[in-house]
Protein backbone atom coordinates (compact mmCIF):
# COMPACT_ATOMS: atom_id res chain seq x y z
CA UNK A 1 0.00 0.00 0.00
CA UNK A 2 1.40 2.86 -1.14
CA UNK A 3 0.69 5.44 2.01
CA UNK A 4 1.97 2.57 4.48
CA UNK A 5 5.79 3.65 3.37
CA UNK A 6 7.23 6.69 4.85
CA UNK A 7 8.14 9.65 2.67
CA UNK A 8 11.85 10.65 1.76
CA UNK A 9 12.37 14.19 2.37
CA UNK A 10 15.79 16.01 1.24
CA UNK A 11 16.52 19.22 2.08
CA UNK A 12 19.43 21.29 0.84
CA UNK A 13 20.63 24.69 -0.52
CA UNK A 14 24.02 26.27 -0.99
CA UNK A 15 25.99 27.34 2.12
CA UNK A 16 24.96 29.24 4.93
CA UNK A 17 21.36 29.45 3.46
CA UNK A 18 20.28 27.99 7.34
CA UNK A 19 19.89 24.47 6.25
CA UNK A 20 21.50 23.60 10.06
CA UNK A 21 19.40 26.33 11.71
CA UNK A 22 16.05 25.18 10.23
CA UNK A 23 16.50 21.70 10.31
CA UNK A 24 17.49 22.03 14.15
CA UNK A 25 14.15 23.84 14.60
CA UNK A 26 12.02 20.93 12.90
CA UNK A 27 13.27 18.60 15.01
CA UNK A 28 13.37 20.51 18.07
CA UNK A 29 9.50 20.05 17.90
CA UNK A 30 9.29 17.33 15.58
CA UNK A 31 5.66 17.02 15.64
CA UNK A 32 5.44 14.81 12.61
CA UNK A 33 7.70 12.24 14.23
CA UNK A 34 10.47 12.83 11.22
CA UNK A 35 13.53 10.31 11.48
CA UNK A 36 16.74 12.42 10.83
CA UNK A 37 19.31 10.40 8.55
CA UNK A 38 22.44 10.45 10.09
CA UNK A 39 25.10 11.46 7.98
CA UNK A 40 28.88 9.69 7.58
CA UNK A 41 31.58 12.60 7.36
CA UNK A 42 35.29 12.52 7.53
CA UNK A 43 35.32 16.14 8.74
CA UNK A 44 36.40 16.99 12.71
CA UNK A 45 33.62 16.51 15.11
CA UNK A 46 33.29 19.75 16.49
CA UNK A 47 32.52 21.10 20.47
CA UNK A 48 29.39 20.05 21.01
CA UNK A 49 28.62 17.50 18.30
CA UNK A 50 27.84 13.67 19.35
CA UNK A 51 29.14 10.81 17.14
CA UNK A 52 26.27 8.91 15.64
CA UNK A 53 23.83 11.64 16.33
CA UNK A 54 25.07 14.68 14.46
CA UNK A 55 27.21 12.74 12.47
CA UNK A 56 28.67 9.31 12.08
CA UNK A 57 32.45 10.68 12.52
CA UNK A 58 35.17 7.85 10.37
CA UNK A 59 38.10 8.16 9.41
CA UNK A 60 39.32 8.35 5.07
CA UNK A 61 39.65 4.79 5.19
CA UNK A 62 36.34 3.56 7.19
CA UNK A 63 34.67 6.04 4.76
CA UNK A 64 36.24 4.25 1.84
CA UNK A 65 34.71 0.88 3.16
CA UNK A 66 31.66 2.42 3.48
CA UNK A 67 31.85 3.31 -0.26
CA UNK A 68 33.13 -0.10 -1.00
CA UNK A 69 30.55 -1.70 0.29
CA UNK A 70 27.50 0.25 -1.21
CA UNK A 71 26.33 1.17 1.84
CA UNK A 72 25.62 4.62 1.01
CA UNK A 73 23.06 6.09 -0.88
CA UNK A 74 25.40 9.08 -2.33
CA UNK A 75 28.30 10.47 -1.25
CA UNK A 76 29.83 14.06 -2.24
CA UNK A 77 33.10 15.76 -1.36
CA UNK A 78 32.93 19.13 0.05
CA UNK A 79 35.36 21.46 1.38
CA UNK A 80 37.87 19.04 1.65
CA UNK A 81 35.76 16.32 3.06
CA UNK A 82 33.65 13.40 2.46
CA UNK A 83 29.89 13.20 3.45
CA UNK A 84 27.35 10.43 2.94
CA UNK A 85 24.00 8.98 3.29
CA UNK A 86 23.82 5.69 4.75
CA UNK A 87 21.28 3.40 3.01
CA UNK A 88 20.22 0.78 5.60
CA UNK A 89 18.74 3.40 8.12
CA UNK A 90 16.87 5.13 5.75
CA UNK A 91 15.27 1.87 3.79
CA UNK A 92 14.30 0.77 7.23
CA UNK A 93 12.63 3.42 8.75
CA UNK A 94 10.37 3.76 5.00
CA UNK A 95 9.68 0.83 5.29
CA UNK A 96 8.42 0.82 9.16
CA UNK A 97 6.07 3.95 7.36
CA UNK A 98 8.35 6.84 9.16
CA UNK A 99 9.31 10.05 7.18
CA UNK A 100 12.64 9.61 6.66
CA UNK A 101 14.42 13.90 7.04
CA UNK A 102 17.67 14.13 5.31
CA UNK A 103 19.89 17.13 5.33
CA UNK A 104 22.78 17.29 2.12
CA UNK A 105 24.26 19.69 -0.11
CA UNK A 106 22.89 20.29 -3.74
CA UNK A 107 25.56 17.49 -5.60
CA UNK A 108 24.22 14.68 -3.18
CA UNK A 109 20.81 15.96 -3.26
CA UNK A 110 20.84 15.62 -7.29
CA UNK A 111 22.47 11.74 -6.64
CA UNK A 112 19.86 10.61 -4.59
CA UNK A 113 17.17 12.24 -7.13
CA UNK A 114 18.56 9.73 -9.25
CA UNK A 115 18.46 6.77 -7.23
CA UNK A 116 15.10 7.46 -4.98
CA UNK A 117 12.76 9.81 -8.06
CA UNK A 118 10.25 9.31 -5.06
CA UNK A 119 11.49 12.03 -2.55
CA UNK A 120 10.55 15.06 -1.89
CA UNK A 121 13.38 17.47 -3.11
CA UNK A 122 13.64 21.36 -1.29
CA UNK A 123 15.34 23.88 -2.02
CA UNK A 124 15.88 26.47 1.26
CA UNK A 125 16.42 29.80 -0.73
CA UNK A 126 18.08 33.21 0.39
CA UNK A 127 15.77 36.12 0.41
CA UNK A 128 18.87 37.67 -1.70
CA UNK A 129 22.35 36.89 -2.13
CA UNK A 130 23.29 40.00 0.32
CA UNK A 131 21.90 38.69 2.97
CA UNK A 132 23.56 34.70 2.31
CA UNK A 133 27.19 36.47 2.33
CA UNK A 134 26.12 38.22 5.71
CA UNK A 135 24.71 34.84 6.86
CA UNK A 136 28.57 32.88 5.55
CA UNK A 137 30.25 35.76 6.73
CA UNK A 138 28.64 36.27 10.24
CA UNK A 139 29.00 32.73 11.31
CA UNK A 140 32.68 33.41 11.27
CA UNK A 141 33.85 30.15 10.22
CA UNK A 142 35.19 31.16 6.97
CA UNK A 143 37.88 33.66 5.79
CA UNK A 144 37.38 36.43 2.97
CA UNK A 145 38.42 33.97 0.03
CA UNK A 146 36.67 30.86 1.48
CA UNK A 147 33.68 33.64 1.59
CA UNK A 148 34.09 34.30 -2.25
CA UNK A 149 34.57 30.36 -3.08
CA UNK A 150 30.88 29.54 -1.21
CA UNK A 151 28.90 32.99 -2.81
CA UNK A 152 31.01 30.97 -6.74
CA UNK A 153 29.26 27.64 -5.59
CA UNK A 154 26.18 29.48 -4.29
CA UNK A 155 25.27 30.77 -7.67
CA UNK A 156 25.57 27.46 -9.43
CA UNK A 157 23.54 25.97 -6.57
CA UNK A 158 21.03 28.20 -6.96
CA UNK A 159 20.60 27.50 -10.87
CA UNK A 160 20.14 23.74 -9.93
CA UNK A 161 16.92 24.85 -7.70
CA UNK A 162 14.95 24.10 -11.18
CA UNK A 163 15.78 20.06 -10.45
CA UNK A 164 13.84 20.15 -7.08
CA UNK A 165 10.31 20.16 -5.99
CA UNK A 166 9.68 22.97 -3.94
CA UNK A 167 11.72 26.22 -3.05
CA UNK A 168 11.07 27.60 0.27
CA UNK A 169 12.91 30.77 1.25
CA UNK A 170 14.34 31.23 4.01
CA UNK A 171 13.47 35.11 5.59
CA UNK A 172 12.27 33.77 8.95
CA UNK A 173 13.57 30.86 10.44
CA UNK A 174 9.67 30.33 12.16
CA UNK A 175 7.61 30.93 8.51
CA UNK A 176 10.53 28.30 6.96
CA UNK A 177 9.96 25.70 9.40
CA UNK A 178 5.95 25.98 8.94
CA UNK A 179 6.55 25.89 4.96
CA UNK A 180 8.62 22.88 5.24
CA UNK A 181 5.95 20.93 7.11
CA UNK A 182 3.08 22.29 5.27
CA UNK A 183 5.06 20.85 2.34
CA UNK A 184 5.08 16.90 3.77
CA UNK A 185 1.75 17.22 5.24
CA UNK A 186 0.57 18.21 1.96
CA UNK A 187 2.13 15.26 -0.16
CA UNK A 188 0.51 13.19 2.40
CA UNK A 189 -2.71 13.79 0.70
CA UNK A 190 -2.00 13.03 -2.70
CA UNK A 191 -4.69 10.73 -3.73
CA UNK A 192 -1.73 8.87 -5.59
CA UNK A 193 -0.38 7.97 -2.03
CA UNK A 194 -3.83 7.09 0.02
CA UNK A 195 -5.41 5.94 -3.06
CA UNK A 196 -4.77 2.07 -2.34
CA UNK A 197 -6.08 2.23 1.20
CA UNK A 198 -8.84 3.81 0.28
CA UNK A 199 -9.49 0.69 -2.02
CA UNK A 200 -8.64 -1.87 0.23
CA UNK A 201 -10.69 -0.43 3.32
CA UNK A 202 -13.93 -0.74 0.44
CA UNK A 203 -12.74 -3.81 -0.38
CA UNK A 204 -12.91 -5.50 2.75
CA UNK A 205 -15.79 -3.77 4.39
CA UNK A 206 -17.93 -5.16 0.84
CA UNK A 207 -16.37 -8.62 2.00
CA UNK A 208 -17.66 -8.49 4.86
CA UNK A 209 -21.06 -8.28 4.05
CA UNK A 210 -20.47 -11.06 1.34
N1 LIG B 1 26.09 15.06 -0.07
C1 LIG B 1 25.98 15.10 1.25
N2 LIG B 1 26.07 16.28 1.90
C2 LIG B 1 25.94 16.26 3.25
C3 LIG B 1 25.69 15.09 3.97
N3 LIG B 1 25.62 15.41 5.29
C4 LIG B 1 25.78 16.73 5.37
N4 LIG B 1 25.99 17.27 4.15
C5 LIG B 1 26.19 18.67 3.77
O1 LIG B 1 27.58 18.96 3.90
C6 LIG B 1 27.73 20.36 4.09
C7 LIG B 1 28.73 20.65 5.19
O2 LIG B 1 28.21 20.24 6.42
P1 LIG B 1 28.93 20.60 7.78
O3 LIG B 1 30.36 20.18 7.73
O4 LIG B 1 28.11 20.00 8.89
O5 LIG B 1 28.97 22.17 7.83
P2 LIG B 1 27.89 23.32 7.80
O6 LIG B 1 26.52 22.70 7.57
O7 LIG B 1 28.34 24.15 6.64
O8 LIG B 1 28.01 23.96 9.14
C8 LIG B 1 26.33 20.90 4.38
O9 LIG B 1 25.85 21.53 3.21
C9 LIG B 1 25.53 19.67 4.69
O10 LIG B 1 24.15 19.83 4.33
C10 LIG B 1 25.60 13.86 3.24
O11 LIG B 1 25.38 12.77 3.76
N5 LIG B 1 25.75 13.93 1.90
N1 LIG C 1 16.20 32.85 8.77
C1 LIG C 1 17.39 33.29 9.19
N2 LIG C 1 17.58 34.60 9.45
C2 LIG C 1 18.78 35.07 9.87
N3 LIG C 1 19.89 34.30 10.06
C3 LIG C 1 19.76 32.98 9.80
C4 LIG C 1 18.52 32.41 9.36
N4 LIG C 1 18.71 31.08 9.19
C5 LIG C 1 20.01 30.82 9.51
N5 LIG C 1 20.64 31.96 9.89
C6 LIG C 1 22.06 32.13 10.29
O1 LIG C 1 22.85 31.95 9.10
C7 LIG C 1 24.07 31.27 9.41
C8 LIG C 1 24.18 30.02 8.53
O2 LIG C 1 23.21 29.07 8.93
P1 LIG C 1 23.50 27.50 8.88
O3 LIG C 1 22.27 26.84 9.46
O4 LIG C 1 24.82 27.19 9.50
O5 LIG C 1 23.57 27.28 7.29
P2 LIG C 1 23.89 25.97 6.40
O6 LIG C 1 23.62 24.75 7.27
O7 LIG C 1 22.95 26.06 5.25
O8 LIG C 1 25.32 26.09 5.96
C9 LIG C 1 24.04 30.96 10.91
O9 LIG C 1 24.78 31.94 11.59
C10 LIG C 1 22.55 31.05 11.26
O10 LIG C 1 22.34 31.43 12.59
Do not use: W
Given at each position: M????G???????????G?G?????IF????????Y???A???QM??G?VD?V????????E???L???????EH???VG?Y???P???IED??????????????QG?????E??P??I?IF?A??N?N??E?????R?????E?IY???????EE?E?M??Y?Y?V????????VNK?N??????H????????Q?????H??F????
Amino acid sequence: MSDTRGLLIVLSGPSGVGKGTVRAAIFKNNIYNYVYSVSATTRQMRPGEVDGVDYYFTSREEFEQLIEEDALLEHAEYVGNYYGTPIKAIEDNLSKGYDVFLEIEVQGAMKVRERMPDGIFIFLAPPNLNELESRITGRGTDNQEIIYERMQKAREEIEMMKHYDYVVVNDEVDCAVNKVNGIIQSEHLKVSRVVDQIKLQIHNYFQKGE
